[in-house]
């Protein structure tokens, strides 16, 4: 069983009087975890929002009839509760009213979920997100040295939880994973008329990890306007299919102002929308793979970790660039991602130095990368 990182503040917040949500993309483990913790006691109540006669079931609850329902239980866990209709005013209504049982809820899409519960559910809930495996759990399931040889293999295949406990069947995997990504949440959501170009523009996202990306160009690729392309990218976003890095600007006039980067939270789901899985040695694109490699395991790390982190980018109009600027507490660390170990020396663009003196930087290689993850 692979420890995940979630479980200890999952477990702290058990009896607080507080609403549980977990967050993340399907197949991540958000339901293994629970059912590892929780799933062999009889006052646990397992609903799954999917399941029609669930949805129904919550149509018309009052408050005396959800009382009577969770008789005896001490728990209730309802996974997918994005589908259920009003689920933050059910899960309102147990967590103030009926004593002694702990809500917890899952969800897929945090664009439906959050809409849902964020406003019934304010002061009363805490919220946590859940990614594929990080570099960090499977160092503590293997070891160190084991999870290091891996990296290229996670940098083509990635970490989700399927993929890494089905040796030799990655592909396989990867081809339902992906459909599902793209099929049963995001593609069913009010409004969504073109698939064919959502699947379109997941692919130009694809070919693009660690660019600086332009709705408009991206707009005339495809065949869509800025602001649906835009649109869209907010939902593959919500949906935990990719994350968006602002660009960091404060006192250089030639700073990029409003430019975005996008990343795929798993590399396999990356390398299955562009059916590349060649491994690292043989691919042109293995410098952006372990850019984001490096970024999505180190955003996992700061969220597990509850951290007040901003994450961003550097770059100026004449291409001078930081892959990483991490900002907390007003202290600036800014991180280039080196493929090639034989980079690692590489040195601070002497504008950024200049602009931040008090800034630290680092150069994150596969053989120190395991001081920046773990």
Partial sequence: MIER?????????????????????????????LREMFGVRNDVLWLNGDDMDVRELFKNMTSDRLRLFLSGKSMLIVDEAQRIEDIGL???????????????ATGSS????????????????????????????????????????????????????????SPGEEREVLRELSSSYL????????GLTKPDKLVALLQALARQIGDQISYREIGMLIGLDPKTVERYIDLLEKSYVVF???????NLRNELKASKKIYFYDLGIRNAVIADFREVEKRSDCGALWENFVVSERVKQLNYAR????????????????????ESDGQLMAVECKW???????????????AYPESTFRVITPENVAEYLL
């Fill in 5 to 33: 990182q979630l479980r200890p503040a999952i477990e702290a917040l058990l009896g607080s009087g507080k609403a549980i949500i977990i967050m993340g993309a399907r197949q991540v483990g958000k339901s293994t975890l």
């Fill in 90 to 104: 059910k899960l309102k209504v147990i967590t103030d009213q009926i004593e002694g049982v702990q809500v917890i």
């Fill in 183 to 190: 099929y049963k949440d995001i593609l069913q959501l009010d």
């Fill in 110 to 165: 945090s664009f439906q979920l959050a809409s849902k519960v964020n406003e019934s559910l304010t002061g009363r809930k805490r919220e946590f997100q859940m990614f594929p495996l990080s570099f960090k759990e499977m160092v503590s399931d293997t070891d160190l040295l084991k999870e290091t040889r891996l990296i290229p293999h996670r940098m083509v295949y990635g970490y989700y939880p399927e993929v890494v406990t």
């Fill in 244 to 250: 968006r890095l602002g660009s960091y600007s404060r």
């Fill in 340 to 354: 090639n170990p034989a980079k690692a020396n590489a040195s601070v663009p002497k504008q950024f130095k200049e």
């Fill in 307 to 326: 951290s007040f982190t901003n994450v961003w980018f550097w770059r100026t109009q004449q291409q001078k660039e930081i892959d990483i600027i991490e």
